[in-house]
């Protein structure tokens, strides 16, 4: 059973960059399909970015669009989220998710899989 440890985030001033990093043991990542989910205080937990076990496909949630790139590095059991120009309502706890097989890549049900989160907090 895959699990997820996540690094990265933190405080950044608006228009600033951060790279989230969510590392696999345990298990062969290249078997799942990864996502970003954020979870802004008070609001529900929401999609931000999915791919799938090659980096083939790739979906973004539109409100970070041009600004968010998911990637993945196999070999190296880890997958990405870089921000760029953050804003302050990008300020969110976000978490890596895994599973085998989704239908939805969109919905946080489909995922079996969470790493802890980590605090990313944009200043104005």
């Known amino acids: 059973q895959v699990q997820l440890v996540q690094s990265g985030g933190g405080l950044v001033q608006t228009g600033g960059s951060l790279r989230l990093s969510c590392a696999a043991s345990?298990?062969?990542?290249?078997?799942?399909?990864m996502a970003w989910f954020r979870q802004g205080s008070g609001k529900e937990r929401e999609f931000v970015a999915f791919?799938?076990?090659?980096?083939?496909?790739?979906s973004l949630a539109d409100s970070v669009k041009g600004r968010f790139t998911i990637s993945r590095d196999n070999p190296k059991n880890t997958a990405y989220l870089q921000m760029n120009s953050l804003k302050p309502e990008d300020t969110a706890v976000y978490y890596c998710?895994?599973?085998?097989?989704?239908?939805?890549?969109?919905?946080?049900?489909?995922?079996?899989?969470w790493g802890p989160g980590t605090q990313v907090t944009v200043s104005s």
């Open positions: 998710a895994a599973d085998f097989s989704i239908t939805n890549p969109r919905m946080r049900g489909e995922y079996d899989y």
């Open positions: 345990g298990a062969t990542l290249n078997d799942y399909v």
């Open positions: 791919i799938s076990r090659s980096g083939a496909l790739i």
